[in-house]
């Protein structure tokens, strides 16, 4: 069975970082694109960015574009993500998911794990 378990999230002050990680059994993740999305109560899901199975040439939400980058390790099945210039509007529980998509209703239906709150708050 698929498994993704996400951590690294927490309270940040607007401006501030944070590192996700997502670690990643069942599956050979070497061989998977991988993708973060993110999710307030309330609101649908959110694509945040996506990157191939050699870690090169990730794609990012415009909302995240130049604060957040997405890199992996596939010696040890982890997936990160970066976060910088953390704003109040980037708090959410954040997921990562097996497989690639580029919108919120497309990421949907794949795989995620449990989720990481982020939440960004002077």
């Known amino acids: 069975d698929v498994q993704l378990v996400e951590s690294g999230g927490g309270l940040v002050q607007p401006g501030g970082s944070l590192k996700l990680s997502c670690v990643a059994s069942?599956?050979?993740?070497?061989?998977?694109?991988m993708t973060w999305v993110r999710q307030t109560p309330g609101q649908e899901l959110e694509w945040v960015s996506t990157v191939g199975t050699d870690g090169t040439n990730a794609a990012y939400s415009d909302s995240v574009k130049g604060r957040f980058t997405m890199s992996r390790d596939n010696i040890k099945n982890t997936l990160f993500l970066q976060l910088n210039n953390l704003k109040t509007e980037d708090t959410a529980m954040y997921y990562c998911a097996q497989g690639a998509c580029y919108s919120g209703s497309a990421c949907s239906g794949l795989p995620r794990g449990q989720g990481t709150q982020v939440t960004v708050s002077s």
């Open positions: 069942g599956f050979t993740f070497s061989r998977r694109a």
